[in-house]
């Protein structure tokens, strides 16, 4: 777990701002995209991570933490943005 993760480019996921985590990352990444919807992945890190054999599914923060329960802890990982 990474407390005070800060995105690169504010209010968008960058790959870069998954640096920390990327060589650790599961086979599917839930993104909490804010209460209201407000941090968009950025789509070209959509495409490299899934390129890489990620699943990618980006909902608003509730909703991806509901899915990321539903999921196998051991292959699944979560961004999650916790206000907008």
């Known amino acids: 777990m ?3 993760w800060w995105r690169i480019e504010g209010h968008r996921l960058a790959l ?3 640096d920390a985590v990327r060589e650790d990352l599961s ?7 804010g209460a209201y919807g407000q941090m968009h992945p950025n789509p070209e890190t959509v495409k490299e ?5 990620i699943e990618v599914e ?7 933490v509901r899915r990321y329960t539903e999921l196998d802890p051991h ?3 979560a961004a999650l943005h916790l206000t907008c």
């Open 2 to 4: 990474i407390t005070n």
């Open 27 to 33: 086979e599917h990444l839930v993104i909490g995209i």
């Open 58 to 64: 980006a909902l608003p923060t509730a909703d991806a």
């Open 16 to 18: 870069e701002g998954l």
């Open 75 to 77: 292959r699944t990982a």
């Open 49 to 53: 991570l899934r390129s890489g054999g």
